[in-house]
């Protein structure tokens, strides 16, 4: 009888999920015995185990190295974005305490399941196999679903956790069919091999079992991305949501979805990149203009920064759309700038907001400045930078973007980018009036910046204005990341 | 031999169904089984091009796709549950705090 050989398997370009897979099952174990007052320890240790990721994530910058027969790598790519997932991790790790306290649901699995997220979504980056980044996909969007609705006594929490569930299974439907699809057009689900068999297809762009799995598997990320028309989710499940994890969704799984889109498009289906970046093209444009368009209306300071999320995914697609390295490399570096300035925004709307989820309203900032002028001089570094002022990360962010765009000819798409930018601002500044030039309505009680918070803002102001200030320093590492795709 | 189109016709018609009963149904349970449907159309295109193929990836993929499914459902179900202790209801008219 023959045996199953088992291949030898190199575990090392996977060391950081593992390790973080390990601790969060730990942490689950360790949350029994931890009494309900001092769940904040689990918090400590979970934001030194992202730490510690990222140092081991970070060894692994320079030749990429391929595990599991080809189905993950370790390439400069996959570890860009890693570092994002654990800066946005490590960043709501920190606010999330203070918050989860005064909300009363301070149970201690809610860090497993950011470490699970976190895990899920590096896979997404890391796979080089349409199972792999399914799978990671799905062990993001899953532990996501309980996030959204952690605050299992609050209906909006439940709310949000629901339609999350409910429309993210929806969307996995349309992504699997896409995958079964490419399958069956090219015989293999490995992303290199895909590609080789497409490279082999006379007309590739004939081939409707491909085109089809192609938009299919589009309209899959997308919805991760939350891109126009599959943005409908994004405002009710960002509001309902518990705010440390509509800060961790904005950023994070926005992120991962790029992450994987870019990797099977340009890997895998670079023979039709003229067909992928028509489509990539009027998506970018719906994007920005319904996430800009509606948020000019929002009061809900929460719903406000998901419809600008939305629009932030547009700017993004603009330099997918371009597909070449000053458009992929300004999607990498955008994706970083993001999850710095709108942590950080999302920590001030924690601070501002009471028991409940109430004074969540941008009439809420009024007369912050006079108030709390440190803080408010935080939020205004952040709303410049979601805004794209120089010499603000957002700023060269969507330089690098729209010149992508314009080097490959996509004039007027930069243009409506540019529009869209312009029309944003006056949302974001609509925020800094109130806490400038309002006064305060009522008495301001004062929410005391725990320490945790206070590290995450220096953190998110440090990463929204030295990026724009010396952009050279973290753009050479997102070139050196996208050539080696 | 088998025909792997009319088993990619079948698969595509239990896809388009399901995906009419998550547009169309209100009861979040009946969504969710209209979303296992197009799960299983899924599985069914991936066993059929594998067999048609000769080749095992889709077979594989499809365990690890009913895999992630019991997951889903575990957590659906859960959240579910939470929502009808506050709603009393899972009908999705009623998820209507924040516009839908």
């Given amino acids: 009888m023959d045996m199953i050989t088992i291949p030898a398997v190199n575990l090392s370009p996977i060391l950081p999920e593992i390790f973080l897979s390990v601790l969060a099952m730990a942490l689950l174990l360790i949350n029994v015995f931890v009494p309900g007052k001092q769940k904040s320890y689990l918090g400590y240790i979970s934001f030194i185990g992202v730490v510690v990721a990222g140092v081991l994530a970070c060894a692994g910058w320079g030749t990429p190295v391929e595990s599991f027969s080809g189905s993950v790598i370790q390439d400069n790519f996959a570890t860009f974005f890693k570092i994002i997932f654990l800066v946005s991790a490590g960043l709501v790790i920190l606010i999330a305490d203070q918050y989860m306290e005064r909300e009363e649901c301070n149970h201690g699995e809610l860090y497993p399941l950011i470490l699970f997220t976190v895990v899920g979504m590096m896979l997404m980056a890391a796979g080089t196999d349409l199972m792999t980044i399914f799978l990671g996909l799905e062990v993001m969007s899953v532990s996501l679903y309980v996030l959204a609705g952690f605050n299992r006594a609050n209906l909006k929490s439940n709310e949000a956790g629901l339609k999350y569930f409910l429309l993210g299974a929806f969307s996995t439907g349309f992504l699997l069919y896409g995958m079964a699809l490419t399958y069956g057009a090219t015989g293999t689900t490995r992303i290199a091999k895909i590609a080789t068999a497409v490279g082999q297809m006379s007309v590739p762009s004939t081939n409707i079992m491909l085109v089809a799995g192609m938009l299919l598997m589009l309209t899959g990320f997308a919805f991760k991305m939350a891109a126009a028309p599959f943005h409908m989710w994004t405002p009710d499940v960002y509001e309902g949501a518990p705010t440390p994890m509509t800060a961790f969704m904005s950023a994070g799984p926005k992120a991962a979805g790029f992450a994987a889109a870019l990797r099977v498009f340009l890997v895998a289906l670079p023979t039709l990149q003229v067909e992928w970046s028509q489509v990539l093209w009027v998506l970018a444009v719906l994007t920005m203009t319904i996430g800009n368009i509606t948020a000019l209306r929002q009061d809900n300071i929460k719903r406000m920064l998901a419809y600008s999320s939305i629009a932030h995914a547009g700017y993004a697609l603009v330099g997918f759309a371009a597909g070449n390295s000053t458009g992929t490399a300004g999607i990498l570096f955008y994706m970083l700038s993001y999850a710095f300035m709108n942590i950080g925004a999302f920590a001030v709307i924690i601070l501002i907001g009471k028991k409940g989820e109430t004074n969540g309203n941008v009439m809420d900032f009024a007369g912050l400045g006079f108030r709390h002028p440190v803080l408010a001089v935080a939020m205004s570094v952040f709303l410049f930078s979601l805004a794209g002022m120089p010499p603000t990360a957002g700023f060269i962010g969507k330089f690098y973007l729209f010149s992508g765009a314009v080097q490959k000819g996509y004039v007027g798409l930069a243009i409506i980018g540019v529009l869209n930018s312009a029309a944003s601002v006056y949302y974001y500044l609509r925020v800094m009036v109130y806490m400038y030039m309002k006064e305060p309505t009522e008495d301001f009680e004062w929410t005391q910046v725990s320490a945790p918070i206070a590290l995450s803002l220096l953190i998110s102001v440090a990463g929204s204005l030295i990026p724009g200030i010396v952009p050279s320093f973290i753009l050479q590492y997102a070139e050196q990341a996208i050539k080696l795709i | ?100």
């Fill in chain 2, 1 to 100: 031999m088998e025909n792997v189109n009319s088993y990619l016709i079948v698969s595509a018609i239990l896809f388009s169904i399901g995906t009419i009963g998550v547009l169309t149904r209100k009861n979040a349970i009946v969504i969710f089984m209209c979303v296992e449907l197009m799960l299983n159309a899924v599985n069914l295109t991936f066993v059929a091009l594998s067999r048609h193929l000769g080749n095992l990836d889709g077979q594989i993929f499809v365990f690890f796709v009913m895999t992630v499914a019991a997951a889903e459902a575990a957590v659906g179900l859960a959240l579910m549950i939470a929502f009808y202790n506050n709603k009393e209801s899972i009908d999705v008219e009623d998820v209507n705090i924040m516009k839908w």
